[in-house]
């Protein structure tokens, strides 16, 4: 009979602890790591009829926001997807009309490149551009005079993802995720291996503590 007892007031004493657990406060979410600098993820030679949407659509779903360098002569082609760029919160700038060797003009043919640009990028979108990149990076006092008369910023780039060059997925991920707070990437509105890549590069930069970033009128690197 004593050890009935016992037993049945053992049994008591473990019901309300168990039951307590059972209510137990939930683990707190884990933060979001903190951005400790910025990188510029910049597309040229957009809009692109195949490859647009999909990299809109890639950038957003991860988070990022970035600057397209657009091509004059194809937003006025499909002024439609430099309307949707803005519209998802990125940034687009000036590429000149016909990606041309700027640095091979006399400054009234680049003045022409450039200034058509902005009124087709301005027609677009309602925008008008402040940041102005020379196809191929190829550049002189002629083409920055034009430039800077339009109210352009000069912004080249200080790491090369090589999509224009056929790297793999896995290669641009790699180069781009070693840029370090300050860096400008170059790629491209044009190929499917650098949509694949954006996810895995806003995640990469993620791990160091660096995120996707706005090119200032000063041409840094900044908060978007």
Not at 145 to 156: F, S
Not at 190 to 208: E, F, N
Request: hydrophobic share 45%; net charge positive; aromatic share 6%.
């Amino acid at each position: 009979m004593l050890l009935r007892t016992l037993l049945a007031a053992a049994v008591l004493a473990v019901v309300p602890t168990a039951a307590v657990s059972t209510t137990a406060a939930p683990v707190a979410a884990e933060a979001a790591p903190a951005c400790g600098g910025y990188v510029a993820l910049t597309y040229d030679d957009g809009p692109s009829a195949q490859f647009t949407r999909p990299l809109l659509n890639a950038l957003r779903s991860a988070g990022a926001r970035a600057t397209f360098f657009d091509l004059g002569s194809r937003v006025q082609q499909q002024a439609h997807l430099a309307r949707e760029t803005t519209s998802a919160g990125m940034w687009i700038a000036n590429h000149s009309w016909s990606h041309p060797y700027l640095t091979n003009l006399g400054a009234a043919a680049v003045a022409k490149e450039l200034g058509d640009t902005q009124n087709a990028i301005r027609n677009a979108t309602g925008r008008t551009p402040t940041l102005f990149r020379p196809p191929y990076g190829a550049t002189n006092a002629t083409v920055q005079n034009e430039a800077r008369k339009l109210g352009l910023t000069q912004v080249t780039w200080s790491v090369d993802s090589q999509d224009w060059n056929g790297a793999s997925t896995d290669s641009i991920v790699r180069t781009v995720t070693a840029a370090n707070a300050g860096a400008i990437v170059l790629m491209h509105d044009g190929y499917q291996s650098t949509v694949d890549a954006v996810p895995r590069i806003v995640r990469g930069l993620a791990a160091k503590g660096l995120c996707p970033g706005r090119i200032d009128d000063n041409g840094r690197v900044v908060a978007p």
